[in-house]
Structures are given as C-alpha cells and as structure tokens.
C-alpha cells in the first residue's frame, strides 16, 4: 500500500478515536449531571415562600414563620424537602426555610453549583429581613452549598449533616480508576470555603458506618475550618439511616 494511503488512514484511525474519546467523556458529563441531581418530582403543592431570581421564581415552605430566629435549610441530592419540614417540625422552635433546588419537585430551570449557591444566598438574605437571627442547615449534597453560602451570607451558625471536603473527591473514593477530577464540573469545594468561615458556630453531624461520604471525607473538611466545631456528633448509623436517627432531631433542636 502506498505510504500517502497509509498516512490516510493512520489519520482516519486517530480520528475515530478522538470521536470515541469525545463520545465517551460526554456520557460521563451526562452521567455526572445525574447522579449529583436525581431531582425529586412534586408531590406536595407549594407553600408562601417565593424568591425571585433574574432568571427564574422559585418556590418553597416555610414551617413556623412567625418565629423570630430561622433555619435555612440545603437538601441532598435526591432529597425531597417538604417531608424533611414535617419530620423538623417539632425538632426546633426556629422557622424552618425549606426551598428546592432548580429543577426539584416541580422547580423551574435545572441545577448546577454557581445557581444554587447564588440562590442559596438570594434566599439567606431575603429570609434576614424578616427574622433576627438566621442558621444555615446543610444536608449530603447541601453542605457544599450550605458552606459556600456561609461564606457570603455569614449566617449565625451551620449545621452540617453527613459533610465531605469536595465532591469529586468523594466520587472519586468510588470510581478510583477513572479521571473523575478532570471530569467533574461541579465539585463543591467544601474544605475551600471553610477555610474562609473563622468565628462562625459550626456544628457536624457525622453518620459512622456512611458508605457514600467516608470519614476521611468529613475529617479532611472539619481539618479545613479554622477553628474547631463546637460539635462533632458521630451517630453510628449510615448515610440515609440518619433520618432514623433520634439524635438528628437533637442535632437540630440544639443546634452549634
């Protein structure tokens, strides 16, 4: 065969690789957009709590919203709120702010870090004008945005639930032989915005048998705040079995 010919399909073959590659690294990006948001369908009409954001209304709950103190609170992944506000209701005397994620139970547009965070804080700021005191509670998936949040809105104490360092960290305990890191576009970098959260009442809530955030996980995010939790529960049960738990109604009720 003449070398031109075997130059041309030395280049044919490159370039159906390079398609595979492309192929397969897109359904990883799809992949990852649905195991970090399983939304939730509705199941529950929505309650008094409205946010406007530039691009989007978005809708939640309000438990006890004539209290003078409030609880923000961040879901996991394929968490439904609404129940978490029925189960809370007798937990705390505080309001309870349960709003879902973009594209959750019935939610306009779809989710992605820098939205949920900068809805986190519209939300935060919007609930400081009504009550004296405003907390953050975050939940799996939730304490990346729940710490990033503190950040910017520097609320009066975070509550933290199953917490992780960074998420492609975690997916990667999981998938260790794939390049998860360089994939990832949404990573929550938890330990990062700690870092920046000195003299803020933190409090962690620990499940010790969790098989989806290991403790190496939670240890390497508390290892970031700069000071020391004012409480560090370790609650030996898994990561959902926590719902189980009587110590989270505690948790909650007593809060940092």
Known sequence: MPRKANGK????????????????????????????????????????LVVHRPDVTLHGW?????????????????????????????????????MPYRGYEGQAGSPSEKALVEDGVALVRQVEKTHRHVGIIG??????????????ARPDQLLLVTPYDRLDLVAQDH???????????????????????????VAI????????????????????????????????TSHNGVWERPELCSFVRQGA
């Open 139 to 152: 939940i799996s998936l939730g304490t990346g945005v729940a710490t990033q949040v503190a950040v910017l």
């Open 205 to 236: 809530l620990q499940a010790d048998q969790d098989e989806i955030i290991s403790s190496v996980r939670t240890r390497a995010l508390v290892a970031a705040f700069p000071n020391k939790p004012s409480k560090w529960l370790h609650v030996p």
């Open 62 to 98: 309000v438990v006890h919203p004539e209290a003078d103190d409030a609880w923000v609170v961040f879901g996991g992944n394929a968490l439904a709120l609404n129940p978490v506000g029925d189960q809370w209701r007798d937990c705390t005397a505080r309001a309870i702010y349960l």
């Open 175 to 201: 998938f260790p032989y794939l390049p998860v890191q360089w994939l990832m576009k949404d990573t929550y970098d938890s330990a990062a915005a700690a870092s920046q959260l000195g003299g803020l009442s």
């Open 9 to 48: 399909r030395l280049l044919e073959v490159i370039l159906a690789i390079l398609v595979l590659v492309a192929i397969f690294f897109g359904a990883l990006r799809l992949a990852e957009n649905r195991l970090i948001y399983p939304a939730p369908p509705q199941s529950t009409p929505w309650g008094e």
